[in-house]
T-cell receptor, first 113, second 114 residues
Framework: GNSVTQMEGPVTLSEEAFLTINCTYTATGYPSLFWYVQYPGEGLQLLLKATKADDKGSNKGFEATYRKETTSFHLEKGSVQVSDSAVYFCALLRNSGNTPLVFGKGTRLSVIA | DAGVIQSPRHEVTEMGQEVTLRCKPISGHNSLFWYRQTMMRGLELLIYFNNNVPIDDSGMPEDRFSAKMPNASFSTLKIQPSEPRDSAVYFC????????????FGPGTRLLVL
């Protein structure tokens, strides 16, 4: 079946530190991959996506590259800010059939000044 | 655009009581999704509608849960009777067309069943 595995949090970083949140997936075929972000007290928002192998999604300084050979989609940011404190969810969507988004369990990031 | 609107934002009830959660999707969106979020299980899809018709309710945990979408601008998720294990944050999301990827989430309803 389809599944997403994220590194467990919480992750605590100082401002301007480098961020990596690992995500690996299991899926048949070639899914689209996503990162969603959930700020405190809010619903999830799409942060970035990649629809095929070697694609790089980017937004707000965050990047993730679709690596088919390692079935990974790790989220990175070169210099985090306090405002990046949130829960980050990796997700996949099969490109065929009527299937839902499959979410990872989320990784909580806390950035301290 | 007001975004997806959910009410109430917080609900505290006693075991055995009926709970009704409400959602107003973004105007013009054809698909609506109900999710449940817990620490143990993460984010789970409960049911989704397309053009007001339930397409897949396989995620609904049991018969105590029911969802309706009487028109394009309103949906309810009902739990009757509620149990403490139903305590969670319930999210509603909507998307244009039948798109899965561009889902806009509401702020959620935090439910506590005592």
């Amino acid at each position: 079946g389809n599944s997403v595995t994220q590194m467990e949090g919480p992750v605590t970083l100082s401002e301007e530190a480098f961020l990596t949140i690992n995500c690996t997936y299991t899926a048949t075929g070639y899914p689209s991959l996503f990162w969603y972000v959930q700020y405190p007290g809010e619903g999830l928002q799409l942060l970035l996506k990649a629809t095929k192998a070697d694609d790089k999604g980017s937004n707000k300084g965050f990047e993730a590259t679709y690596r088919k050979e390692t079935t990974s989609f790790h989220l990175e940011k070169g210099s985090v800010q306090v405002s990046d404190s949130a829960v980050y969810f990796c997700a996949l969507l099969r490109n065929s059939g009527n299937t839902p988004l499959v979410f990872g369990k989320g990784t909580r990031l806390s950035v301290i000044a | 655009d007001a975004g997806v609107i959910q009410s109430p934002r917080h609900e505290v009830t006693e075991m055995g009581q009926e709970v009704t959660l409400r959602c107003k999707p973004i105007s013009g969106h054809n698909s609506l999704f109900w999710y449940r979020q817990t620490m143990m299980r993460g984010l789970e899809l409960l049911i989704y509608f397309n053009n007001n018709v339930p397409i897949d309710d396989s995620g609904m945990p049991e018969d105590r849960f029911s969802a309706k979408m009487p028109n394009a601008s309103f949906s309810t998720l009902k739990i009757q009777p509620s149990e403490p294990r139903d305590s969670a944050v319930y999210f509603c999301a909507s998307s244009p067309g039948s798109s899965w990827e561009t889902q806009y989430f509401g702020p959620g309803t935090r439910l506590l069943v005592l």
